[in-house]
C-alpha cells in the first residue's frame, strides 16, 4: 500500500541558509500535518492543512511557513535557519471524509542538520 | 491544552520477558495512538485505539476512555522491539496529535 513520501530524507543546511521540505501524503488523504522532533523530544505539531486550508497551527515558527498544493502535497518552507532547527521532520496524512479508521499515518521523516 | 503522561520513562528488560506501558491523558479524546519509534527514527503505527482492547501477534492494547488511559502489552519481548514508543491523542476530528514523552524500551539479548 502507498505510504507518505517525505523529501528529502536527509538535509544538512548553515545557518542563515533555508530549506524546503516536501511531503507527499497517501492517495485520496485530504489532511496533512507537520511535526518536529527534536533530539531526545517527542513529536511537536507545528501546522495542518485541509484541503489546501490552513486548519490548525501549533509551535511553528515565524521564520517557517508552509502550504498545501492543488495535488494535496505540502512544501515545509523553513528561512534564517538556526541551529535550533536541527530535527526531525514528520509530515503525516488522513482522510477526514474517513477510509476506515481515523488515523493519521506517518512518514519516515526528514533529517535536518544545520551546522 | 491536554496533558500526556507514560510510564515508565525507561526499560530494560531480558529478551523473552513481558511488559505493561502505560500512557495517561487528561482530557476526552477523539483519537489515541501507539507508535514504535525505531532506532532509525521511523515511527511505525502500532494501534489505532481510542477505545477497547486489540492485538497483533505479541503486542496487544487496551484503552479505558472512561478513565483516561491506555495500555501497551508487549510479549516475549525480542531485541528488535527495543526503541521509543510514543502515546498520542487527538482532541478532536482531524486535529493534530499531542504526544507523551515517551517510554524508552531496551531489550537485552
Known amino acids: 500500500a502507498a505510504g507518505v513520501i517525505q523529501s528529502p530524507r536527509h538535509l544538512i543546511k548553515e545557518k542563515r541558509e533555508t530549506a524546503t521540505l516536501k511531503c507527499y501524503p497517501i492517495?485520496?488523504?485530504?489532511?496533512v500535518y507537520w511535526y518536529q522532533q527534536g533530539p531526545g523530544q517527542d513529536p511537536q505539531f507545528l501546522i495542518s492543512f485541509y484541503e489546501k486550508m490552513q486548519s490548525d497551527k501549533g509551535s511553528i515558527p515565524d521564520r517557517f511557513s508552509a502550504q498545501q498544493f492543488s495535488d494535496y502535497h505540502s512544501e515545509l518552507n523553513m528561512s534564517s535557519l538556526e541551529l535550533g532547527d536541527s530535527a526531525l521532520y514528520f509530515c503525516?496524512?488522513?482522510?477526514?471524509?474517513?477510509?476506515?479508521?481515523?488515523?493519521?499515518?506517518f512518514g519516515p521523516g526528514t533529517r535536518l542538520l544545520v551546522l | 491544552g491536554i496533558q500526556v503522561e507514560q510510564s515508565p520513562p525507561d526499560l530494560i528488560l531480558q529478551e523473552g520477558a513481558n511488559s505493561t506501558l502505560r500512557c495517561n491523558f487528561s482530557d476526552s479524546v477523539n483519537n489515541l495512538q501507539w507508535f514504535h519509534q525505531n532506532p532509525w527514527g521511523q515511527l511505525i503505527n502500532l494501534f489505532y485505539i481510542p477505545s477497547g482492547t486489540k492485538q497483533n501477534g505479541r503486542l496487544s492494547a487496551t484503552t479505558v476512555a472512561t478513565e483516561r488511559y491506555s495500555l501497551l502489552y508487549i510479549s516475549s519481548s525480542q531485541t528488535t522491539d527495543s526503541g521509543v514508543y510514543f502515546c498520542a491523542v487527538e482532541i478532536g476530528y482531524g486535529q493534530n496529535f499531542v504526544f507523551g514523552p515517551g517510554t524508552r524500551l531496551s531489550v537485552l539479548p
Open positions: 492517495p485520496r488523504h485530504d489532511t
Open positions: 503525516a496524512s488522513s482522510s477526514v471524509v474517513g477510509l476506515g479508521e481515523e488515523t493519521q499515518y
